[in-house]
């Protein structure tokens, strides 16, 4: 909206979707601790680069964001000013199962490793918060132009409360919330000159120092979650547990 002929104000809602389901296909997932689920855990030969009876863990992941950005801008001229603000809360669900908890890989038929998996995992994390908010302002003088600004950060994610049931290689899992994972408050400073050599806008120099945090999303909770899906690759020799699963 055009509030008046030196006043600019803007604002926007978002509210982006993302699901991805890695699931295998009809009649290949089996129910945990069956007969059938031991025999049939995913073989891999690292030689012949193939991938037999199931595949790695299937996987399900759900994540939305929910955005609110709106700015104001007063501009003269030789002058503008702008200040806004960009708010972001979110939120996923990551979920892992496997048959027999594990992958089997061979090297051109012949034992070589196993890759044991913490499934099933259940994990769900919150952004609490990424919050900014900014002024920036811009003076033209004869041919000096300055762009400085100062930009305040907040961020906030969680590990929600989950309870998952007992996998092959781990127990039953319950786990409380784990809160402020981080709780982060910065400042992000920004500072930008143009000089016009010429006076006719064909040459000019150019010179800033600035200051940008990375970005986040619940991505960094799930570094820290319990419940995030974890590996762990073992020799294995033992030729007879391959005709035994």
């Not at 055009?2 to 009649?27: D, H, W």
């Not at 939305?64 to 708010?87: C, D, E, N, P």
């Not at 920004?190 to 010429?198: E, K, M």
Request: glycine residues 8%; positive net charge; charged residues 15%.
């Amino acid at each position: 909206s055009t509030v008046t002929p030196k006043v600019l104000a803007e604002i926007g809602v978002s509210f982006p979707g993302y699901t991805r389901n890695s699931g295998s296909q009809p009649g290949v997932s089996k129910v945990p601790f069956t007969p059938e689920w031991y025999a049939t855990a995913g073989r891999q030969d690292i030689t012949r680069g193939t991938t037999t009876t199931a595949s790695t863990p299937e996987t399900g992941t759900y994540n939305f964001r929910y955005m609110v950005i709106s700015s104001m801008q007063y501009v003269t001229g030789s002058h503008a000013l702008k200040a806004g603000v960009q708010w972001h809360i979110g939120q996923t669900w990551n979920m892992a199962n496997a048959n027999a908890d594990l992958v089997q890989r061979t090297r051109d038929g012949v034992p070589d490793s196993v890759i044991v998996y913490n499934t099933p995992t259940r994990l769900y994390a919150l952004m609490g918060a990424d919050l900014g908010i900014y002024l920036q302002d811009s003076w033209t003088l004869k041919r000096l132009t300055i762009n400085a600004g100062i930009r305040f950060e907040y961020f906030n994610s969680s590990s929600q409360a989950k309870a998952v049931e007992a996998g092959r290689f781990v127990p039953a899992r319950s786990f409380p919330e784990i809160a402020d994972i981080p709780n982060w408050m910065n400042a992000a400073p920004r500072l930008g000159v143009v000089y016009n050599l010429t006076g006719d806008a064909k040459t000019a120099v150019k010179g800033s120092v600035s200051k940008y945090n990375r970005n986040f999303t619940t991505d960094f909770a799930n570094r820290y979650n319990p419940l995030v899906l974890q590996s762990d690759t073992r020799n294995w020799s033992d030729c007879d547990f391959l005709a035994g699963t």
